[in-house]
C-alpha cells in the first residue's frame, strides 16, 4: 500500500503555531516532546514529530533545555524563541487559523474511527503503528543517497573530533568516554547497514547533542552540530 504524503512543512507550522498559540494566548512556555507529539499527533506521527523539532531547533525558533530529576534522569524542554515568534506572527492571520482548524478537524476525525478496542487503549499506541518506520526495526538504507552519505561522513568527522578533544578528555573523562563509544557504536551501526531508529537516537543523536549542550562552542561543537543535523536530513529522507 503506497504511503500517504508527509507535509513536512505543515507539521513545521504547526508546531510553531501551538507554541506561539500556548505563549502568547496562556502564558506558557516549556514543553516537553510528548506534549507536542500529542498535539500534532493527528497529523502526523511521533517520529515526524521528533525530526521537525529536531529542525527548528536547529535554525533557531526553538530552545533545548535539559532537566534531571531526583534520579538523574535527563529530559527535555523545548521553547519557542524569538525568532520563533516572528515566523508564527508572520503569517497570515487566515493560514494560522487554517492549521488550528486542520488539527481540529483531524483530531475529531480520528476520534469518530476509533473502533471501541482502540478507545480503551493507549493513544499513543496507533500513532506508533501509524509511523513511517519502527523504532526497533532496522531502517533502509541506500548506500548511495547523498544524505545517507553525508549522514555517516559528518558522524565519522564528530567522533575523530571528539575523541581528540583533550579539554573534553580532562574536565569530564567519564562522560566523553561514554560519548566516544556510543557514537563510534553508531557509525558502525550506521555503515554496516543494520541501525534502528532508537539506535540512531540513544548512539548518535543523544551524545552529540550532549557535546553541543556541554562544551557550548569550539570545533567538536561545530562538528557534533553538523553531523546531527545530516542524521536528522538523512531521516527526513526515509519519510
Given at each position: 500500500?503506497?504511503?500517504?504524503?508527509?507535509?513536512?512543512?505543515?507539521?513545521?507550522?504547526?508546531?510553531?503555531?501551538?507554541?506561539?498559540?500556548?505563549?502568547?494566548?496562556?502564558?506558557?512556555?516549556?514543553?516537553?516532546?510528548?506534549?507536542?507529539?500529542?498535539?500534532?499527533?493527528?497529523?502526523?506521527?511521533?517520529?515526524?514529530?521528533?525530526?521537525?523539532?529536531?529542525?527548528?531547533?536547529?535554525?533557531?525558533?526553538?530552545?533545548?533545555?535539559?532537566?534531571?530529576?531526583?534520579?538523574?534522569?535527563?529530559?527535555?524542554?523545548?521553547?519557542?524563541?524569538?525568532?520563533?515568534?516572528?515566523?508564527?506572527?508572520?503569517?497570515?492571520?487566515?493560514?494560522?487559523?487554517?492549521?488550528?482548524?486542520?488539527?481540529?478537524?483531524?483530531?475529531?476525525?480520528?476520534?469518530?474511527?476509533?473502533?471501541?478496542e482502540e478507545l480503551g487503549s493507549d493513544s499513543k499506541s496507533g500513532d506508533e503503528t501509524a509511523s513511517s518506520f519502527?523504532?526497533?526495526?532496522?531502517?533502509?538504507?541506500?548506500?548511495?543517497?547523498?544524505?545517507?552519505?553525508?549522514?555517516?561522513?559528518?558522524?565519522?568527522?564528530?567522533?575523530?573530533?571528539i575523541e581528540g578533544d583533550n579539554g573534553y578528555a580532562d574536565s569530564e573523562p567519564e562522560e566523553r568516554n561514554h560519548i566516544?563509544?556510543?557514537?563510534?557504536?553508531?557509525?558502525?551501526?550506521?555503515?554496516?547497514?543494520?541501525?534502528?531508529?532508537?539506535?540512531?537516537?540513544?548512539?548518535?543523536?543523544?551524545?552529540?547533542?550532549?557535546?553541543?549542550?556541554?562544551?557550548?562552542?569550539?570545533?567538536?561543537?561545530?562538528?557534533?552540530?553538523?553531523?546531527?543535523?545530516?542524521?536528522?536530513?538523512?531521516?527526513?529522507?526515509?519519510?
Amino acid at each position: 500500500m503506497e504511503r500517504k504524503k508527509v507535509d513536512l512543512h505543515l507539521i513545521e507550522r504547526a508546531v510553531l503555531v501551538f507554541l506561539h498559540f500556548q505563549c502568547v494566548k496562556n502564558g506558557l512556555l516549556d514543553f516537553e516532546i510528548g506534549e507536542l507529539q500529542e498535539y500534532v499527533g493527528p497529523l502526523a506521527s511521533n517520529n515526524v514529530v521528533e525530526l521537525i523539532v529536531d529542525e527548528l531547533v536547529e535554525n533557531g525558533s526553538l530552545t533545548r533545555t535539559v532537566h534531571s530529576n531526583d534520579l538523574d534522569e535527563e529530559f527535555y524542554f523545548f521553547r519557542i524563541s524569538t525568532e520563533g515568534l516572528s515566523r508564527a506572527q508572520s503569517m497570515q492571520k487566515s493560514a494560522y487559523e487554517k492549521i488550528l482548524n486542520q488539527i481540529t478537524d483531524a483530531e475529531a476525525e480520528r476520534k469518530e474511527n476509533e473502533t471501541p478496542e482502540e478507545l480503551g487503549s493507549d493513544s499513543k499506541s496507533g500513532d506508533e503503528t501509524a509511523s513511517s518506520f519502527d523504532t526497533w526495526e532496522p531502517l533502509p538504507i541506500e548506500r548511495e543517497a547523498p544524505e545517507y552519505v553525508e549522514a555517516v561522513s559528518k558522524s565519522e568527522d564528530a567522533l575523530k573530533v571528539i575523541e581528540g578533544d583533550n579539554g573534553y578528555a580532562d574536565s569530564e573523562p567519564e562522560e566523553r568516554n561514554h560519548i566516544v563509544w556510543a557514537v563510534g557504536a553508531g557509525v558502525n551501526a550506521l555503515k554496516e547497514g543494520l541501525i534502528t531508529k532508537q539506535q540512531v537516537d540513544s548512539l548518535l543523536l543523544a551524545p552529540l547533542r550532549r557535546v553541543v549542550e556541554r562544551l557550548k562552542k569550539g570545533i567538536a561543537v561545530e562538528a557534533a552540530r553538523a553531523a546531527v543535523q545530516a542524521i536528522v536530513e538523512w531521516l527526513k529522507g526515509l519519510l
